[in-house]
């Protein structure tokens, strides 16, 4: 963009991510105390009368996607300010990931449902928002609307579930509610729930969306990716662990769903040759395992998954701003488009290779820890042994040779890049990712400081302590031989990589795909929508009339007949005067429906609505009777003003359909108005405001006293309706002005 | 339209609609009367000038846009809401600063945040009968009929 060349934003560029690193280091101080086991809460009062409160806990679980957010966030932002140092959208970037980072860390805090659900919901808005940055971009649109409904559909389902959880329990706090697992509507709470955690975490079938939320630049993603979106999902399922987990069914579930997520994922990662999108990929990979293990019920599974949340965040937050460096550095995503950079761009070579092996879960890297916790995890499910193990290290076994896909392939062989001379962007930008990549190696060569951390968090999930176990060497047993089992595949598949990326290719045309299924329905449903549109609103006001006047036709008879009310009898010795009234008013309808002179039907409804004031004044309601006569006043003349632009009239020949829906109308108006008669009167609301109007608000005349006083907030929304309705009737009255012309 | 009995009586009429729509708000609060039938009555005051002399020349007379007095009601409407919530400390409850309660009867000058919310409703209902008018008035009147009515064509918004 031209206007942008000359752009350069000032230091404030650094301000949110120097938000994020003090933040950071607040939540550090909670590290002794959460560590311990005992969790901090803050609570604030909300909406009492709904028993919904603004109450947030600092526990290890919630401590520790905190860190995340905040840490990764700061390195993100200061990343995202130098990446888009001279884009003029840089200050609206920086808005919406802060609203992220503040409504993600609302999310992972809350301990009131309502609280999470409201903050879960402003992560898929802010998301939606992210993923569509590039909004010129009819591509960035389209995959953000489609996160966005399918993370919004699911949203539903939990605020289902979650209100559900809350009624059952009486409570909204997540940490006051107990187990769920043998109530009645066990089931519908977990399916409601588990719908929202899986489409935001893109668990198989709903994993489409997520690789499509590329659009996004790439410190967004980086962030959505690695510590923050995509993890919401995996963390409730935590949360709420103790309230739901336990059972067959969510065994069974979540181990399933998780591991066909992780290995249709990385199978679809090996086929990517946009190393962008094959981390996205292989992102999906995690998000599987980390559900598979969440399921798995026992000490190792649930450790394994929560000490994997930390090292996946870690190394992807690390390769994907190194992605970010070579796209900055040489000026492609591609794989194929780069190799040999390790010269021209050591410290991006160096990051990549750092985090990579992390990924491929080599030792001595924390991700050897996490992935050797999961194996052990994964042989004592409380599922299928064998089927866990066999599809953890198919799945980790592309993962290995999709770590060294982004760590080997661009920096060895023939030096080749887009850029005439590719070199590594400034400090700004690589000094993160290098702290995230060493972060990887020195929490794998000193798990120590982790031990207590993880260990309080698997407390947090499965209510029960467990013995310490995050270390490097756990000697020579089951999951290490696992391990070697996977660096053996993985290997092998690096080395043939092209020609199984070539036969995917082929496969890809064969293989139905969700994200198919979801345009078809999308499709369905725009179609749906436009028929409907153009068969109710056809813009002709008679349909319009019809349509209302047939429905409160049928909404009165059916209250006339399923009633239980005595039809109240004509009293026929009502006096003449009474009488003489009707006579008018039936006269006057007889005119209306006979004449052809518009003004003489204008005049006639005037003559109806005159009568029915008077009988307001027989019956002494005068404030109604004013009203009644200076509207009808009014209509008059509005009908009149109206009807000089209208075409001219008909012959006034009667129409049977309307005059049919006309008199089922009137007369089913008729039998309501008897019945209301016929059912007596309840004098009580009555009698309180003949009692309290003047000795309260001071007015002797109940109807403007309850008007203006003990139901003024009724006026004054009645009163907002009516500007609101000029307003309206301007802007339609004015648009008519202008095709006129 | 050209009607000298229609200008005339108009002229006469107009200033005592007014009066009877301010006295008609004024004593709402215990006798008929109030903040909206008043509007009304003011509403059929200005909706007879306008027939009789011409949306331009009503809008004139009325000087405030319509929509601007609309919206000056309902910021009157809602600050007697918040006085009452400034002094009381409920929104919408009435306070009477010259007007008290003696032995159970209330004496002193009637006003107070309940006149100044009735008013809002007033100053809504002119504004926006008003607004509809002329707006009405003003769509698509083709242009022989506009001369033949004897309206003045010097709109001041224009097309």
Aim: glycine share 10%.
């Amino acid at each position: 963009m031209k206007e942008t060349d000359s752009y350069e934003a000032g230091p404030w560029r650094f301000v949110p991510a120097a938000v994020q690193a003090a933040l950071f280091v607040w939540f550090c101080t909670f590290l002794p105390t959460a560590s311990a086991g005992t969790p901090v809460d803050f609570i604030w009062q909300w909406v009492p009368a709904l028993g919904i409160e603004a109450a947030f806990r600092i526990d290890a679980l919630s401590l520790l996607f905190a860190l995340l957010i905040t840490g990764i966030g700061a390195i993100c932002f200061l990343y995202a300010a130098e990446y888009f140092h001279a884009d003029r959208r840089l200050k609206r970037l920086l808005t919406l990931m802060s609203m992220f980072a503040a409504s993600m860390l609302i999310l992972v805090l809350a301990d009131d449902a309502i609280t999470l659900f409201v903050a879960w919901e402003l992560t898929t808005i802010t998301s939606f928002l992210l993923v569509g940055y590039d909004h010129q971009k009819d591509d960035a649109r389209h995959k953000a609307q489609q996160a966005l409904i399918v993370t919004g559909i699911g949203g539903l389902a939990l605020m289902a579930g979650l209100i559900l959880m809350g009624s059952v329990a009486g409570t909204y706090r997540i940490s006051e509610m107990g187990s769920f697992a043998d109530h009645s509507l066990y089931l519908v709470m977990l399916g409601l729930v588990l719908a929202g955690c899986f489409t935001k975490s893109a668990q198989f079938p709903f994993h489409f969306w997520l690789p499509g939320a590329m659009a996004a630049p790439t410190p967004v993603s980086a962030y959505l990716h690695s510590a923050t979106m995509v993890k919401a999902g995996v963390y409730l399922v935590a949360r709420l662990t103790p309230q739901l987990g336990g059972t067959e069914v969510w065994t069974w579930t979540l181990t399933l769903v998780g591991a066909v997520t992780m290995v249709v994922a990385s199978f679809w990662a090996l086929r990517q040759t946009d190393l962008k999108l094959m981390l996205a990929w292989t992102t999906l990979m995690g998000l599987g395992t980390l559900m598979m293990g969440l399921g798995g019920g026992s000490y190792y599974a649930v450790g394994g998954a929560l000490t994997f949340i930390l090292v996946h965040a870690l190394y992807k937050a690390s390769l994907f701003l190194a992605v970010g460096l070579l796209d900055k550095g040489a000026g492609s995503r591609e794989v194929d488009d780069l190799s040999g950079l390790r010269h021209a761009m050591p410290i991006s070579f160096g990051i990549a290779v750092l985090a990579g092996a992390s990924m491929a879960g080599l030792p001595p890297f924390v991700g050897f820890i996490g992935k050797e916790l999961s194996y052990e995890g994964g042989l004592q499910t409380q599922t299928e042994e064998i089927f866990v193990a066999t599809m953890s290290v198919i799945a980790n076994a592309l993962m290995f040779a999709a770590a060294g896909l982004v760590a080997i392939r661009p920096f060895f062989g023939q030096q080749k890049s887009k850029k005439e001379t590719p070199k590594d962007p400034s400090i700004y930008m690589w000094s993160g990712p290098a702290i995230l990549a060493l972060l990887g190696l020195l929490l794998g060569l000193f798990p120590g400081g982790l031990d207590a951390l993880i260990t309080a968090m698997v407390e947090v999930v499965r209510g029960e302590p467990g013995a310490p176990e995050v270390k490097l060497w756990h000697g020579v047993n089951a999951a290490l031989m696992l391990s070697l089992l996977t660096f053996a595949i993985g290997g092998v598949l690096f080395w043939g990589l092209p020609e199984l990326r070539r036969s995917l290719t082929r496969e890809e045309q064969r293989v139905p795909d969700s994200a198919a299924v979801y345009d078809v329905l999308l499709n369905a449903l725009r179609d749906t929508a436009s028929w409907t549109a153009r068969t109710v609103q056809d813009g002709r006001m008679m349909s319009y009339l019809r349509a209302t006047f047939i429905t409160l036709a049928l909404m009165v008879w059916a209250a006339i007949f399923f009633g239980s009310g005595n039809v109240a009898r004509i009293d026929p010795a009502a006096p003449i005067f009474h009488w003489v009234i009707v006579a008018i008013i039936v006269a006057c309808v007889i005119a209306i429906i006979f004449t052809g002179s518009r003004l003489i039907a204008i005049t006639a409804l005037g003559g109806v609505g005159s009568g029915i004031a008077v009988i307001f004044v027989l019956y002494s309601a005068i404030d109604v009777a004013m009203t009644q006569l200076l509207t009808e006043i009014l209509i008059v003349v509005f009908v009149a003003v109206a009807f000089i632009k209208l075409p001219r009239a008909g012959t006034g020949a009667l129409r049977i359909g309307d005059a049919i829906i006309s008199a089922v109308l009137g007369l089913g108006i008729t039998f309501a108005m008897l019945a209301v008669l016929g059912a007596g009167l309840e004098r009580d609301v009555t009698q309180f405001f003949e009692a309290n109007a003047y000795p309260e608000a001071a007015g002797r005349n109940i109807v403007n006293v309850i008007l203006v006083d003990f139901r003024a907030l009724d006026t004054l929304g009645e009163v907002a309706v009516v500007v609101i309705a000029g307003i309206a009737a301007l802007a339609a009255l004015r648009a008519g002005r202008e095709v006129n012309k | 339209m050209n009607s000298i009995i229609l200008n005339t009586a108009t002229r006469v009429l107009v200033p005592v609609f007014i009066i009877v729509a301010l006295m008609t708000l004024w004593r709402g609060h215990n006798d008929p009367g109030g903040g909206f039938i008043g509007g009304l009555l003011a509403a059929i005051c200005v909706a007879l000038y306008e027939k009789t002399f011409g949306v331009d020349e009503a809008r004139r007379w009325l000087r405030l846009s319509p929509m601007m007095i609309a919206g000056l009601g309902l910021t009157a409407a809602i600050a007697g809401g918040l006085w009452g919530a400034v002094v009381n400390g409920a929104f919408l409850s009435g306070v009477w600063p010259f007007y008290a309660s003696v032995d159970g009867s209330w004496e002193g000058l009637p006003v107070g945040s309940i006149l100044l919310f009735d008013t809002g409703v007033f100053l809504v209902v002119v504004g926006v009968v008003s607004a509809i008018l002329f707006a009405l008035e003003e769509a698509g009147i083709p242009e022989d009929r506009e001369e033949e009515d004897g309206v003045p064509q010097d709109r001041e918004e224009g097309a």
